[in-house]
T-cell receptor
């Protein structure tokens, strides 16, 4: 049973370019979460999606960042006009159940974004 | 302000020693999860504790959830070099079942 898959594992962009990060959840999971880990900081929640729906994007910057989880295909985290401060590791997690006290989230290996 | 405080931040011990890592908060969590993260990889789920006072054992690792569900501990018996890594506690607050709040982590080095 394949785990959460993310690609690319490493992404280098110049300032002003766009970054697209992809996440395929575990088989049978329909709930996807994105977290960001800045250098020397803990993971911070960004957004929670179900198929075709954004449930909670309270942790995502209002500008330049967007996320989607289409009916078919992986979830995409898109960062437009990247700046140096966007350099971080971006992790995707998935879960089977959304709302219970036992909501175990399983993480992918992450995408390390470097903005030059 | 960190909602989940982990201590110690760094720990360097000799193989065979015991250690305890703490995860504390002033907030109540509906559950707490412990992860281990290797450099360049994502967090790997070790255990989830749900009930106040719950104790779970995973081989040489013992996890405990505080009675008030505000704190947790991870105890490792007879540490091995393979235990080296970053240990993270995380959990959803009572008002949000999915938004994991992460501690800043404890970086453990087990020396041979």
């Amino acid at each position: 049973n394949a785990g959460v898959m993310q690609n690319p594992r490493h992404l280098v962009r110049r300032r002003g370019q766009e970054a697209r990060l992809r996440c395929s959840p575990m088989k049978g999971h329909s709930h996807v979460y994105w977290y960001r880990q800045l250098p020397e900081e803990g993971l911070k929640f960004m957004v929670y999606l179900q198929k075709e729906n954004i449930i909670d994007e309270s942790g995502m910057p209002k500008e330049r960042f967007s996320a989607e989880f289409p009916k078919e295909g992986p979830s995409i985290l898109r960062i437009q006009q990247v700046v140096r401060g966007d350099s971080a590791a971006y992790f995707c997690a998935s879960s089977q159940l959304p709302s219970s006290s036992y909501n175990e989230q399983f993480f992918g290996p992450g995408t390390r974004l470097t903005v030059l | 302000t960190q909602l989940l405080e982990q201590s110690p931040q760094f720990l360097s011990i000799q193989e065979g020693e015991n250690l305890t890592v703490y995860c504390n908060s002033s907030s109540v969590f509906s559950s707490l999860q412990w992860y281990r993260q290797e450099p360049g990889e994502g967090p790997v789920l070790l255990v989830t504790v749900v009930t106040g006072g719950e104790v779970k054992k995973l081989k040489r690792l013992t996890f405990q959830f505080g009675d008030a569900r505000k704190d947790s501990s991870l105890h490792i018996t007879a540490a091995q070099t393979g235990d080296t890594g970053l240990y993270l506690c995380a959990g959803p607050l009572m008002d949000s079942s999915y938004k994991l709040i992460f501690g800043s982590g404890t970086r453990l080095l087990v020396r041979p």
